[in-house]
C-alpha cells in the first residue's frame, strides 16, 4: 500500500496505553484546528476539531488540547488500539477554508 | 468512507507532459479543495474552488489550474510537469458559503509519479 511517510517522527505505544502526539502551530490568526490521521493508501480522515476561543475538546477517546500561549496543540488518544496505527497530522485554518498542515507524527502500536 | 473519489488511483507521466486529474466531491457539497502531499510531508494547499470560482490558491506556480463543474466535481490540470510534480494529490470537499469553518472531506488521493 501508500507510504505515507517514510522520515517522520515515530510514536510508538503498547495497546491499550494513551498516546499524545503533538503539534506546533505558526499562526496565531488561526481560528479553526483540526486533527487528521491518515492511514496507508488513503487520504486524511477528520478526527477532532477545536476552535481557536477553546482550549479542551474532547470526543470518543481522544482529547484535543489548544495553548494559544505557546502556539501548541496536542491530540490524546486512550486506551491506544491497533487500528489507531497511522500517520497523525494536525491542521490550523486561517482565511478562507484553507488548511495548512503540519509535518505529521507516524504512531505505532505495539501488542 | 467520505463519498469523495478520485481518478485516476495512479499515473505515470514524463517531464513536460500534461495530467489531468478528477475530482467528485460529496453528495451537497460545493467546494472543493486541492492539496498536494509529497512522500513524508503532510498536504500542501494548491486551490480551492466554491462553486465554479477560485476560491483561494496556495504557492504553487500557474501551469496548475482547476475547473470546477455545475455539479461540483472538479479538475486539477499540471501542465509541463516536473520531476518535483511527483505526489499524492489529494482532493477535498466541503460545504462552503457564509460559515467561518466546514468540515473538509478528503478522498483517497491520486498518485502522481514524473519520470
Known amino acids: 500500500g501508500e507510504s505515507v511517510g517514510l522520515h517522520l517522527p515515530t510514536l510508538s505505544v503498547q495497546e491499550g496505553d494513551n498516546s499524545i502526539i503533538n503539534c506546533a502551530y505558526s499562526?496565531?490568526?488561526?481560528?479553526?484546528f483540526i486533527w487528521y490521521k491518515q492511514e496507508s493508501g488513503k487520504g486524511p480522515q477528520f478526527i477532532i476539531d477545536?476552535?481557536?476561543?477553546?482550549d479542551k475538546r474532547q470526543g470518543q477517546r481522544v482529547t484535543v488540547l489548544l495553548n494559544k500561549t505557546v502556539k501548541h496543540l496536542s491530540l490524546q488518544i486512550a486506551a491506544t488500539q491497533p487500528g489507531d496505527s497511522a500517520v497523525y497530522f494536525c491542521a490550523e485554518k486561517a482565511a478562507g477554508n484553507k488548511l495548512t498542515f503540519g509535518g505529521g507524527t507516524r504512531v505505532l502500536v505495539k501488542p | 468512507e467520505t463519498g469523495v473519489t478520485q481518478s485516476p488511483t495512479h499515473l505515470i507521466k514524463t517531464r513536460g507532459q500534461q495530467v489531468t486529474l478528477r475530482c467528485s466531491s460529496q453528495?451537497?457539497?460545493?467546494?472543493v479543495s486541492w492539496y498536494q502531499q509529497a512522500l513524508g510531508q503532510g498536504p500542501q494547499f494548491i486551490f480551492q474552488?466554491?462553486?465554479?470560482?477560485?476560491?483561494g490558491r496556495g504557492n504553487f506556480p500557474p501551469r496548475f489550474s482547476g475547473l470546477q463543474f455545475p455539479n461540483y466535481s472538479s479538475e486539477l490540470n499540471v501542465n509541463a510537469l516536473e520531476l518535483d510534480d511527483s505526489a499524492l494529490y489529494l482532493c477535498a470537499s466541503s460545504l462552503g458559503g457564509q460559515v467561518s469553518y466546514n468540515e473538509q472531506f478528503f478522498g483517497p488521493g491520486t498518485r502522481l509519479t514524473v519520470l
Open positions: 499562526n496565531s490568526a488561526s481560528d479553526y
Open positions: 453528495s451537497g457539497h460545493n467546494t
Open positions: 477545536i476552535r481557536s476561543n477553546m
Open positions: 474552488y466554491y462553486r465554479e470560482e477560485e476560491n
